[in-house]
């Protein structure tokens, strides 16, 4: 009986494992349709919702690029703009194992942050963000294709307590190309 049930989990496992890889090769097709998905031109408003400069309004305008090869992932390069002051931005986010890895400006080490987390779900990017004894998370959410609203927090004690949040709006050239007649 005992050779019985040892075959008989070698079957389900000879039975799961091509599932597993499947779903694990789906996931990775998932992600990197919605980082391509994120590429483009965008610009919109955003806020400081909490902290010592609570209620400061800026704008953004961003330019993403899919990551190049097989890897999951975005490049994301512009300015955030409060008045007359602008502030390069940029992120590298890359596909790293069943998570991913990147950067925030020129990372933790810096004045930015490390991307050390993250994970794709249907519309939307969860990433892990840290700085020194800074933890928090981004998500960053389509709403449609022209969409998306970029949520970062920070964990204070036990709470994830929103600090800024971004409405971004795709920019789109809607010059109509046609024939003549």
Known sequence: MYPRCISIFCAAAAVLSPLAASTAAEAAKRDKAFFQSVAGNWKGPGEIV???YKGTKFTCDLTGVPQE???AGVKLDGTCRVGVFKQPMS???TE???SYKGKFLDGGAGKGLDIVSGAVS???VVL???RSKLNGAMIAR???DNAMKVTISVKVEDKMIPVIGVTLNRQVDDIKVGSIE
């Open 96 to 98: 790293a194992g069943r």
């Open 122 to 124: 249907g519309d939307k």
């Open 50 to 52: 909490a902290g010592k």
């Open 142 to 144: 389509l709403e449609d």
């Open 128 to 130: 892990g963000i840290n």
């Open 69 to 71: 090869g097989n890897k």
């Open 91 to 93: 992120a590298v986010i």
